[in-house]
């Protein structure tokens, strides 16, 4: 793979790879979106860039907001949707940095303050 990356289009993460064949002029790209990147192209995002943390900027952020744009956003269940707005108070969200800011735009939309910031590797 010669090129990864991942953006944002109407509030939905897409992803996409361009290749090209070592051994003769052949070249493709993939591109999707609707559910997870490919694990091998989220590892070497990470690889390169590093990967990234959203903090709420006041942990006493309102939990229904917070439920709310979870679930909204990755079709949790109520228990799952919990359990990743513990991890967000507790530790931070950690993913490349566009799925990262992907969650920072729901959560902002419902009004809750976040931070994104590089995280240590």
Do not use: K, N, Y
């Not at 790209?29 to 990147?37: I, K």
């Amino acid at each position: 793979m010669h090129d990864t990356g991942q953006f944002i289009l109407d509030g939905r993460l897409w992803w996409g790879g361009e290749s090209a064949c070592r051994s003769c002029s052949a070249c493709w790209c993939d591109e999707d979106t609707g559910g997870p990147t490919p694990e091998h192209l989220r590892q070497a995002l990470l690889a390169a860039h590093g990967p990234a943390r959203l903090r709420l900027t006041e942990p006493g952020a309102g939990a229904v907001a917070v439920l709310r744009a979870l679930r909204e956003l990755h079709g949790l269940s109520l228990a799952e949707a919990r359990a990743a707005a513990d991890e967000l108070r507790d530790v931070g969200l950690v993913g490349t940095f566009v799925e990262v800011e992907l969650v920072a735009a729901r959560l902002r939309h419902h009004g809750v303050g976040v931070t994104v910031e590089p995280a240590s590797r």
